[in-house]
């Protein structure tokens, strides 16, 4: 499979800033039938874009998890960028984390790599922190995204929140408040998964979360699982199930992991 680490300048952070990109291509499982041995892709794929969590970056997924072989098997492409413990929000020092995930990430992939622009082939996801990034992304921008996926998200930031990790983050925009504005207004949401293990020290701010959704009759996939902590073995376990879940329309999705 493609696999790039690619480093630009970013005009909303002023600076440069790191990704990972993740094409299916050719692999092994496919030496054995001739039509598939070309480089000729059939149309441009769909994507994934992965959010990190606090105290992680761009290749935090790649590390932790078996991305790149998901990215191959559903045939999908996956971008992860690094962007601190900003919260996805913008700084008070002038990096507009918001606008590069929502805005100048997806212009600056489409521009350079074989990525669909529909948003029926678009997708956002992350864990923890990045899950709140994810949400607050899809919940904003509802007509960008076809479906997001939470993994132990932080639903509300609080002063708990901050004494726990350490340090103070920019200004939360208010998840539930953003999601009641978008039913007022008659927006069409995202499809929604989120997840959380029982034992996840968020549990409890997860599980309100999606009694908020229930009250709202809002449909979404809900995992919530024993033995599990805020931890990776968890998001890996989530992963394939979100990427199973997914409401795929484009070609690529008949070509996925029963054919490897």
Known sequence: MPQMHCNFFSYALGHGADLTITLPGVSPCDMDDPVLLTHQMPEKFPVLYLLHG??????????????????????????SASVGNSLYMDT???????DFIGKELPE??????????????????????????????????TEQYR????????TVWSKEMEERVGHKYPDAMDLYQTIKDDLDAGKKLPDIFFCVG??????????????????LKIEHRFDRVDGYEHEWRFWELELPKFLD????????????????
């Not at 008070?92 to 918001?98: N, P, R």
């Not at 996801?125 to 607050?136: E, F």
Request: proline residues 4%.
């Open 245 to 260: 879940w997914l409401p795929r329309t484009d070609s690529y999705a008949k070509m996925g992991k029963h054919k490897m």
């Open 147 to 154: 479906a997001v996926g939470a993994f132990s998200p932080a």
């Open 92 to 98: 008070i020092y002038g990096e507009k984390f918001y």
């Open 54 to 79: 606090h105290g992680n970056d761009y290749l935090s997924w790649e590390r932790f998890t078996c991305v790149s072989r998901y990215a191959e098997e559903y045939r999908i492409a996956v971008v």
């Open 198 to 215: 029982n034992n996840d020290f968020l549990i409890e701010s997860v599980d309100q979360f999606e009694e908020y959704l229930n009250s």
């Open 108 to 141: 600056f992939v489409k521009a350079y790599f074989p990525i669909s622009d529909r948003p029926e082939d678009t997708y956002i996801a992350g864990a923890s922190m990045g899950g709140y990034g994810a949400l607050i992304h899809a919940m904003t921008d």
